[in-house]
Nanobody
Framework: QVQLVESGGDSVHAGGSLRLSCTAS????????MAWYRQAPGMERELVAS????????RYGDSVKDRFTISRANAMKLVYLQMNDLKVEDTAVYYC???????????????WGQGTQVTVSS
């Protein structure tokens, strides 16, 4: 069993900052990559940022480049999403995602967290 637990969602005014955290736990042999997605009401889920644990390749969605930063805590299955200069259009449920090799498996599976609400008001 693999769990992803997010935290850090809140309500802020435009221009403010938040930091989201996601911890992966359970029967994990290794983590290939983790990412943040978001979904606003009536919209499709979209990639916000991703990070590969080997090599450290990082990708961002176009709408958050230069404002958001994804990082990981070394040697831990923990990633952060630092969100600066938040805009009203950043309002969404933010989901953590991970590609994980479970201890009892020979192939990677993907997992989702429950999501954390970020609300940005003008």
């Amino acid at each position: 069993q693999v769990q992803l637990v997010e935290s850090g969602g809140d309500s802020v005014h435009a221009g403010g900052s938040l930091r989201l955290s996601c911890t992966a736990s359970g029967s994990i042999f290794s983590v290939r990559s983790m990412a943040w997605y978001r979904q606003a009401p009536g919209m499709e889920r979209e990639l916000v940022a991703s990070i590969e644990f080997r090599g450290g390749v990082i990708r961002y969605g176009d709408s958050v480049k230069d404002r958001f930063t994804i990082s990981r805590a070394n040697a831990m299955k923990l990633v952060y999403l630092q969100m600066n200069d938040l805009k009203v259009e950043d309002t969404a449920v933010y989901y953590c995602w991970a590609s994980v090799l479970p201890t009892n498996s020979d192939r990677f599976n993907t997992y989702w967290g429950q999501g954390t609400q970020v609300t940005v008001s003008s």
